[in-house]
C-alpha cells in the first residue's frame, strides 16, 4: 500500500504540474471537478502513505518500501548520469563507432 499510494499521489499532483506548466496543451480527457477532486484525492493518498507508517502492524513493510524506492532513486540517478554523459568521456559517436568494430555478443555465422 506505501508504494502504491506514493506513487497515485504523485499522478494525482502531476495533473497540477501539467495544468500549470502545459495551461495550451491538448486535453483530451477532461479531469471531473478539476480541481478539487485530484485535491481530495492527493491529500486521500497521502493520508494512506502517513497512515501505513503510523500503524504498527505494517511499519515494517513500509520501512522496506521506503528503502526500495531509495534504491530505485539512487540507480535512477546512476543511470541518468550515464545519459547525460557525466560518466563517459567519449562521445556518442565513438562510442557507436566502437561497438560495430567490436559487437559485444560475436556469435556464429555473422
Known sequence: ???DGVFFALTGAALFVL???RPDADRPVRVPGYPVVPL???IGEVVVVAGSY???E???ATVIGVGWLA???ALYEHARGFVR???VEA???????SLTEHPPFDTPGR
Open 91 to 97: 562521445s556518442a559517436g565513438q562510442a557507436v563507432a
Open 1 to 3: 500500500m506505501f508504494i
Open 85 to 87: 554523459g557525466r560518466y
Open 71 to 73: 534504491a530505485a532513486a
Open 54 to 56: 503510523v500503524d504498527p
Open 19 to 21: 495544468h500549470r506548466k
Open 40 to 42: 481530495v484525492f492527493v
Open 58 to 60: 505494517v511499519r515494517s
